[in-house]
């Protein structure tokens, strides 16, 4: 089974839709990552968490919400799906032990908003 | 801001052909540099990263880059490609300027023909 696991892999749903995206980890890590990958644009961060009760905001975090309902599970929400939030998502973990910017990475989420 | 260019966007090689892939950064300081893989349908997997130290850094599957202050450049090195390196190469960098998160340059889309 992998480390870090998203749910759906993939989904279509229309404009204003509420879609969920979930992610559990079996790595122990503390540290959670929510990034979205557009073609020529690279990753950029959206939300990230370091322990069950601390939230921050990346780059891009308008139109998304996020919840850590416990140490290996973070979910992204898009409480009004628009066509522009059409991308692959990525949820990632890091162990703060490790020094920054080691992360893993699931198998990504392709949402598709129409 | 800090920022990663990946100044290429394609690059095809043959089969056994030595690889070189690009990445320049812009910083204050010396960041936190890596360089991920994406086979495709995969996740991000770290192929190796500096911190410090020797400017010339191994890595997995046979890779290397080198760390250059003066050009604040962070190639990625493979003296002899195989045809399952096809795939995109991510370039990010962290700063502790910056909160440690890690910025991903745009990718570049390695081919690689027999």
């Known amino acids: 089974d992998a480390d870090v696991t998203q749910t759906p892999r993939n989904r279509i749903t229309k404009t204003g839709k509420r879609i969920m995206l979930e992610c559990s980890q079996t790595k122990g890590h503390d540290r959670m990552y929510w990034y979205r990958q557009d073609p020529g644009l690279g990753l950029r961060l959206i939300y990230y968490?370091?322990?069950?009760?601390?939230?921050n905001k990346g780059e891009i975090s308008d139109g998304y919400s996020v919840s850590r309902q416990a140490q290996a599970k973070f979910s992204l929400s898009l409480e009004s799906a628009i066509p522009n939030q059409t991308a692959l998502y990525f949820c990632?973990?890091?162990?703060?032990?490790?020094?920054?910017?080691?992360?893993?990475f699931g198998e990504g989420s392709r949402l598709t908003v129409l | 801001a800090q920022s990663v260019t990946q100044p290429d966007i394609h690059i095809t090689v043959s089969e056994g052909a030595s690889l070189e892939l690009r990445c320049n950064y812009s910083y204050g300081a010396t960041p936190y540099l890596f360089w991920y893989v994406q086979s495709p349908g995969q996740g991000l997997q770290l192929l190796l990263k500096y911190f410090s130290g020797d400017t010339l850094v191994q890595g997995i599957k046979g890779f290397e880059a080198e760390f250059k202050r003066s050009q604040s450049s962070f190639n990625l090195r493979k003296p002899s490609v195989h045809w399952s390196d096809a795939a995109e190469y991510f370039c990010a960098v962290a700063a502790m300027e910056y909160g440690n998160k890690l910025v991903f340059g745009a990718g570049t889309i390695l081919r690689v023909k027999s």
């Open positions: 990632a973990t890091s162990d703060a032990d490790r020094g920054p910017g080691e992360l893993f």
């Open positions: 968490s370091f322990d069950v009760k601390d939230i």
